[in-house]
């Protein structure tokens, strides 16, 4: 078996730039990403772009070009599209790359698994055509792909940066069906001050609007009843704005209402998470450098809570310095002030997120759906389902699974699972905390018997 | 060629291979993401589900929510995580198969 110092998991932000800085202290890393290439989800194929994908995709695209160049390091090894499904005993980490599973051993592991787009369950999500926003987003970045005739559905930041880069990339959307609220910018303004220290942000923002605005794109705002029409694909979005009934014809519908951690990794191995109501997401318990309950297992990047890629990228630093650390290749006194810069920084580039948290909120309807609408895209299990187990005494997403199958389909729950916790939580009553989530357990992504068998050989190769 | 396709390539590159979606014959951007090549292809849906046989294409583009499984050599697998390779026998699972193998 393969034994390394550190054993990094997700090349984007966070764990590349943890992976520099390890190497730079005289760390043995291993990265292990399921993608082709280096970047994660900000800054997917950001090696391989083109002159003209660079100018769609903008100025903080290409900056990830300099955290991949970082790879480049004697200390680092990077295995592309190497997917982990199981973590044992805190240090041994299971995977498959081409169709091989191998097993690695490492003295700390860093899950830098980063997010998920927020499910964002309304009628007719599941029809062909309809996509996350970011998915149309990695088509453009990787593929160069655009989606015609489409209209953006949701809110928050990213859903405007995508529209800029359609608008870029000469397939402008359709529209954008917003569905914040004036009362949700009002609550949103009693944390303007503190954003004013990341200011950079808020300019950004107001910037994109400029751009959308002079390309002349329609921002329907506050819209509620959201629903996508279509038979055997979207055709349609329908929605209600004040009194007005809107229905807007369209070949894709692309959706988005924030990203939340993906947590599969960390659940997998039992790390306590809590419900934060600000971001209104599960986050993993972790300390300032980004350690677990396990205690060589750490976590770093939207994985630990949303904060974005700069902040993803700081926290990987941290981590990494923490590990350098633990393996006595850094003293505390080295390591206290090399992470002090870091830990200010990081405060910086997490100050305007309580405003964007609070004017982007997730979409309600899609928090509360109606009872007809899919909840688990894998097992076709509605809201009205969930809330008829609940009925039946069921309390937690757990339980839900023998009643009729949620979770248990092939994406283990990631677009189902935040979904079913607050359906339940609001059905029975009880909190977040108190209703929980999915025991997710191994393996976190479906593994062949071809796979393991491959694996016997590799690991008694040594 | 003006196209009525939902999706569409902004930069044309690479040179293109044969491939069979469903017996169709096809010609896609050798090494560009599958899921991504059978959209531009205008191939949709991808598959039907087990539980009602409603049609899916991709959604997260990301590997996570498996409903651009593809039949590929007799397993079924994400489209979103493989690439473009000469003569691939690409058909819809199997219906009543199991959908996560
Ligand atoms: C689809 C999408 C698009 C986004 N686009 C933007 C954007 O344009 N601008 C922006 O500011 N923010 C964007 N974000 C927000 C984004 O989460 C952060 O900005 C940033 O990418 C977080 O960095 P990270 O290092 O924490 O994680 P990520 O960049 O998400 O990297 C995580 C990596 O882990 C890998 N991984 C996950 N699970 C496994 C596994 N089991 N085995 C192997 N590898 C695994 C993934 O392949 C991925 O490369 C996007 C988020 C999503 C979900
Ligand atoms: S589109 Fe979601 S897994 Fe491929």
Request: charged share 20%; hydrophobic share 45%; glycine share 12%.
């Amino acid at each position: 078996m393969r034994k390394v110092d550190l054993i990094v998991i997700g090349a984007g932000p966070a764990g590349m730039s943890a992976a520099r800085r390890a190497a730079q202290q005289g760390l043995d890393v291993l990265i292990l990403d399921e993608q082709p290439a280096a970047g994660g989800q900000i800054y997917r194929n950001v090696g391989q772009a083109n002159a003209k994908r660079s100018e769609i995709l903008g100025k903080d695209f290409i900056h990830g070009q300099t955290l991949t160049k970082g790879l480049d390091h004697a200390n680092i090894r990077h295995l592309k599209g190497a997917v982990v499904w199981q973590i044992e005993e805190g240090t041994r980490v299971s995977y498959t790359q081409n169709g091989i599973g191998a097993i690695v051993e490492g003295q700390r592991i860093l899950l830098a698994t980063g997010a998920l787009e927020r499910p964002m369950p309304v009628p007719g999500w599941t029809l062909p055509g309809v996509m996350t926003a970011g998915a149309a987003q990695i088509l453009l970045k990787q593929s160069g792909i655009a989606c015609q005739n489409a209209v953006l559905v949701g809110s928050g930041p990213l859903l405007y940066l995508i529209a800029t880069q359609m608008v870029r990339a000469g397939v402008p959307p359709l529209a954008i069906v917003e569905t914040q609220t004036k009362a949700d910018l009002a609550k949103s303004m009693r944390h303007l001050v503190g954003a004013l220290r990341g200011w950079s942000y808020l300019l950004k923002g107001l910037h994109m609007l400029w751009e959308l605005r002079r390309a002349g794109i329609v921002r329907h705002v506050a819209a509620t009843d959201v629903a996508i029409e279509g038979d055997q694909r979207a055709q349609a979005v329908v929605f209600i704005t004040g009194k007005t009934a809107h229905r807007i014809e369209c070949d894709t519908v692309l959706m988005h209402h924030g990203v939340v951690p993906n947590t599969q990794a960390a659940r997998s191995i039992d790390i306590p998470h809590q419900w934060d109501a600000a971001q209104s997401c599960f986050v993993p318990d972790c300390d300032a450098a980004g350690r677990t309950a396990v205690s060589t297992v750490f976590i770093a990047g939207d994985g630990a809570g949303i904060g974005g890629a700069k902040a993803a990228a700081l926290m990987g630093e941290i981590a990494a310095l923490e590990i350098a650390h633990d393996l006595e290749r850094l003293t505390k006194t080295d390591r206290d002030a090399a992470t002090q810069d870091l830990h200010k920084l990081l405060a910086t580039e997490r100050s305007a997120r309580p405003f964007i948290d609070a004017a982007y909120p997730p979409y309600a309807g899609a928090i509360a759906p109606a009872d007809e609408t899919i909840i688990c895209r894998c097992e076709e299990v509605t809201a009205g389902d969930i809330r008829r187990f609940a009925g039946l005494g069921c309390l937690g997403p757990n339980q839900t699974k023998a009643f009729g199958r949620p979770g248990m389909g092939p994406c283990q729950g990631r677009y189902c699972g935040l979904s079913v916790s607050q359906i339940l939580s609001a059905t029975n009553d009880m909190s977040l905390d108190d209703t929980g989530y999915y025991r997710i357990r191994p393996p976190l992504k479906p593994v062949t018997l071809g796979e393991l068998a491959s694996m016997d050989v590799s690991a008694s190769e040594g | 060629m003006k196209t009525a396709l939902p999706f569409r390539e902004i930069d044309p590159v690479g040179n293109k291979v044969s491939i069979t979606f469903g017996g169709i014959d096809l010609m896609l951007p050798l090494g560009e993401n599958l899921a991504g090549a059978l959209l531009v292809a205008g191939v949709m849906p991808f598959r039907n589900t087990p539980v009602s046989g409603a049609p899916r294409g991709p959604f997260c583009m990301m590997g996570a929510c498996y409903d651009c499984l593809v039949q590929i050599d007799g397993m079924n697998v994400q489209a979103c995580m493989l690439q473009v390779s000469e003569g691939m026998e690409i058909t819809m699972p199997v219906v009543g198969g199991t959908a996560d193998a």
